[in-house]
């Protein structure tokens, strides 16, 4: 892609990348080990997120290493994402198109703009 267009920004799914790692979490750990993520996708920036990441690792890399190993193999390509606004992250967060239009259908949004209130807004 960088060679076609290389001002092109490629940023990979935070869906996916959670949901690679928590392959390697057991049932009981899952609400932990997800909110230590959390913590990474949500962090205000850069420097942030990788003490997130380091922290991730120091609480659960030993049982869990494929969660470490599958952020830091992601990481290139997640950091991209850190660099938008927390209200912009919450609708690119995914590249899945199925999970972008129920977010817009649950805001009453399409493509063409947002209904609050009965007004449209096509600014959103």
Known sequence: ????????????CVVHVVRNAMMF????DRR???????????????????????NLDKD???QYPGVIDVWRR??????PFLDYPP??????????????SSLLADHG????GCVE???VDTAA
């Open 1 to 12: 892609m960088g060679s076609l267009f290389p001002h092109t920004v490629v940023q990979t």
């Open 25 to 28: 979490v057991s049932y009981q």
């Open 32 to 54: 932990k080990v997800a909110a230590g993520m959390r913590a990474i996708y949500t962090a205000p920036s850069l420097e942030a997120a990788e003490v997130e990441l380091n």
């Open 60 to 62: 659960f890399g030993r």
């Open 74 to 79: 992601a990481w290139n390509e997640f950091v």
């Open 87 to 100: 209200e912009l992250r919450r609708i690119v967060y995914t590249t899945n198109a199925i999970v972008i």
């Open 109 to 112: 949004c399409d493509l063409g």
């Open 117 to 119: 209130d009965g007004v």
